[in-house]
C-alpha cells in the first residue's frame, strides 16, 4: 500500500511530540512522501469460502448432541468449542427488532460444527462468549451471519440459503485473559471481523449504567436454538427473544452458592419451574448471546444448569459493565499489524523516514518503512471511519488531513480536515468524547481554547464545541484512549513544571472533563504519546522519552495513574516525531 501526501516543508514544530527542532530535508515541489507497507490484515475469506464453512458448520452441529457450558467445572471436561444457543419459551422476533444480532458458525480441532450467538457493538467488532472463542481458530473455521433472523437452511438441490444475511470472515479473535473454563469467570470475547457490516450496533454498558441492573428491571435475551431442555435438535429457524428481567445479587448466589461471583457475572429471568412448558429460560449457556436491558448490552449469556428448566436456576451472564473498558479497547485497537497491541510511528530525524513500530507487549519491533515524512507536524493514529484499518491524522503547512485506506480501490485516500491550524497547540483523537460511541477529535488553538469536533464515524466532523479556555498553560496535552476503566476517553495535560493531570471524561460532550487530578510527573520527558493500550492489558498506557533518548512504557492501571515503568530500549534520540 502506499499513501501519498502533500509536499513537504523545511520547518518541523513538534506539537504532536511535546517538542520543536528544525528539519533539515524538504521535498522539492510536487513531491510527496509515499507511505508502503504490507496489508493491514488477512484477506477476507472468499462468500463461497463463508458459505462453505457455515454449511459445515450446521450440517455437524445438527447431529451433535454435545451441550456447552452447564455450570462451573463441567465446562473444563469439553475441549473448549460451543454449541447452539438456546432458548426455552419466549416468542419468534424480527431481525428489525435485533438488527445487531449476529448467528456465530465455527468448527473445532476435530471439525466438529457448532453455532453461537453475538452481538454487534461496532461495524467491525462482534461480542460473545469466551467459550465460544478460547481455542478455535476463527480465522479458519469461522463464519459470523448478520442481517437476518433466518438461520441457513440446505435447498432440495443441496445448495444452502442465507436469507439475506451479510457473511463476514473474523481474521482476530480475543477472549478475556481471566477467562477460566473451570470458573466460567470473565467468559467474554471479541472478534473482529474481515470487513464492516452495515447493521445497526448495540451499546454497551459502562460502570456508570449502574441503574441498567437494579432487581427487577425488564430485560430482554435474543437467540436462535434449542426450545427444549431435552431435545437436542430443536432449534428455532426464526430468531426468538425471551424475558430476562434483572434477578438480585442476593437471590443468583442462591441459586447457584458455589458457581456466581459477585460483579462479575449477573442473573436474569424468572425462575425455571421445573418445567420446559411452564419457564422461560436460556438454556446450555445461549453460547454468547446478549441480555439487553434499556437498549444497551448489559450481560453475555455464559452459563445455567445442565436441566436448563430446573427450578429456579436461572440463567447466569457475564456482567458486559464490568469487561466494558477492555472490550472498547478491542473496538478502538486498530493498529498496522493487526494485532491487539497499540503501535508507535516514529520519524526518523537523519532522513524523514516515518516508521511504524508494532508491539510485542514488552517491547516494540521496528515493522514497516512508511516513506518520507519531512514537513509534517502532527502523526496520530486513530480510526475515525471505524473500518478496523489504521488511519493517520497529519498535519502540512498548517492544513491536517485524515489519510485512509480504501480497501475497496486498495488505495490511500486524504480528506482535509481543516486549513490554518498551524499554530494549534494540540490536536488528538482520545475516542468517543461525547457518548455516542463514535471517535471524536479535540483541538486546543493558539489562544488555549479547546474545542470537540464530534465524529460521525466516517472521517467527518460535526459543529464544533467549545469546552473552556486556559489549555494554552500545558506544554502537552495527550490522550487516546480509557484510562480509568468506566468506558470513557480520558486525557492527560502537562504544565511548565512537568506535573501531569488527568482529565477523565464524563461522555458528556459540552462538559468533557472531570476536574483534573494530579496523576505523574513528566518533567524530565521530551515526548509522551498515548496510542492506546500497548501492553494488550485493556488499559490504554502511555510511551515517554526522556532527555537520554530512552523510551519507557508507563502502563495504565484502570484508575488514571500508572503500574511500574517498562524500559522500551535506548537510542530514541533519533526520532523528531512521534504519534
Known amino acids: 500500500m502506499t499513501l501519498a501526501l502533500p509536499a513537504a516543508a523545511a520547518v518541523v514544530a513538534l506539537v504532536g511530540a511535546g517538542i520543536a527542532v528544525t528539519g533539515s530535508d524538504s521535498a522539492q515541489a510536487g513531491e510527496g512522501p509515499r507511505i508502503g507497507m504490507d496489508a493491514q490484515k488477512l484477506a477476507e475469506p472468499s462468500q463461497q469460502e463463508l458459505r462453505k464453512r457455515a454449511a459445515k458448520a450446521m450440517e455437524s452441529d445438527s447431529t451433535s448432541e454435545r451441550s456447552l457450558v452447564k455450570q462451573p467445572d463441567a465446562a473444563a471436561s469439553d475441549s473448549g468449542s460451543a454449541p447452539s444457543a438456546r432458548i426455552i419459551g419466549g416468542s419468534e422476533t424480527t431481525i428489525s427488532a435485533a438488527p445487531w444480532m449476529a448467528q456465530l458458525h465455527f468448527a473445532d480441532s476435530t471439525g466438529a460444527g457448532y453455532f453461537c450467538g453475538g452481538a454487534v457493538i461496532a461495524p467491525t467488532k462482534v461480542v460473545t462468549a469466551a467459550h465460544c472463542v478460547k481455542g478455535i481458530k476463527w480465522y479458519e473455521t469461522g463464519t459470523v451471519i448478520v442481517g437476518t433472523d433466518q438461520l441457513p437452511t440446505e435447498n432440495a438441490d443441496g445448495s444452502w440459503d442465507f436469507h439475506g444475511g451479510q457473511l463476514r470472515g473474523a481474521y482476530r479473535q480475543w477472549n478475556h485473559p481471566s477467562y477460566s473454563p473451570y470458573t466460567l469467570d470473565a467468559d467474554v470475547a471479541v472478534l473482529t471481523l474481515t470487513s464492516p457490516v452495515s447493521v445497526r450496533t448495540l451499546p454497551l454498558a459502562q460502570p456508570t449504567d449502574g441503574a441498567l441492573y437494579q432487581a427487577g428491571l425488564d430485560g430482554k435475551v435474543y437467540g436462535w436454538g434449542r426450545t427444549s431442555s431435552t431435545e437436542p435438535n430443536s432449534s428455532s429457524q426464526t430468531l426468538k427473544v425471551a424475558d430476562a428481567d434483572i434477578v438480585s445479587d442476593t437471590n443468583c448466589a442462591a441459586a447457584y452458592p458455589d458457581g456466581f461471583i459477585k460483579g462479575h457475572m449477573l442473573c436474569a429471568g424468572a425462575p425455571p419451574t421445573g418445567s420446559d412448558a411452564t419457564s422461560e429460560t436460556t438454556c446450555n449457556g445461549d453460547s454468547g448471546g446478549p441480555l439487553v436491558v434499556g437498549g444497551k448490552l448489559v450481560g453475555i449469556v455464559s452459563w445455567g444448569d445442565e436441566n436448563c428448566s430446573a427450578a429456579g436456576k436461572y440463567g447466569v451472564y457475564a456482567k458486559a459493565s464490568t469487561y466494558s473498558a477492555p472490550i472498547q479497547a478491542r473496538v478502538d485497537d486498530a493498529n498496522w499489524n493487526s494485532d491487539h497491541s497499540a503501535d508507535l510511528l516514529a520519524r526518523r530525524a537523519s532522513d524523514s523516514t516515518m516508521f511504524a513500530w508494532t508491539s510485542k507487549v514488552t517491547s516494540l519491533s521496528r515493522t514497516y518503512n512508511m516513506g518520507n515524512w519531512s514537513g509534517y507536524t502532527l502523526a496520530i493514529q486513530n480510526d475515525l471511519d471505524r473500518d478496523d484499518f489504521a488511519d493517520v491524522l497529519n498535519r502540512y503547512n498548517g492544513d491536517v488531513y485524515w489519510s485512509h485506506w480504501v480497501p475497496s480501490v486498495e488505495e ?59 489549555w494554552s498553560k500545558f506544554t502537552m496535552i495527550r490522550g487516546h484512549g480509557d484510562f480509568t476503566n468506566d468506558g470513557k476517553a480520558d486525557i492527560f495535560a502537562r504544565g511548565t513544571d512537568g506535573k501531569t493531570y488527568l482529565y477523565k471524561g ?72 512521534l504519534g
Do not use: C
Not at 494540540?426 to 468524547?433: F, H, K, M, S
Not at 496523576?519 to 504519546?529: H, P
Open 412 to 470: 490511500w485516500q486524504h480528506k482535509l480536515v481543516a486549513k490554518g491550524w498551524g499554530k494549534h497547540k494540540a490536536i488528538l483523537a482520545p475516542g468517543d468524547v461525547t457518548g455516542d460511541e463514535l471517535p471524536d477529535m479535540v483541538a486546543v488553538d493558539s489562544a488555549g481554547t479547546m474545542r470537540v469536533y464530534p465524529g460521525r464515524g466516517t472521517g467527518a466532523f460535526g459543529t464544533p464545541i467549545s469546552v473552556g479556555t486556559g
Open 506 to 577: 464524563t461522555g458528556v460532550a459540552t462538559k468533557p472533563w472531570a476536574a483534573p487530578v494530579l496523576v505523574a510527573s513528566f518533567g524530565s520527558m521530551n515526548a509522551l504519546v498515548t496510542t492506546g493500550d500497548v501492553n494488550s492489558d485493556g488499559v490504554a498506557d502511555v510511551l515517554a522519552r526522556d532527555t537520554a533518548g530512552k523510551l519507557w512504557l508507563y502502563p495504565g492501571n484502570g484508575r488514571g495513574g500508572f503500574l511500574a515503568r517498562k524500559d522500551f530500549g535506548t537510542g530514541w534520540q533519533a526520532y523528531n516525531l
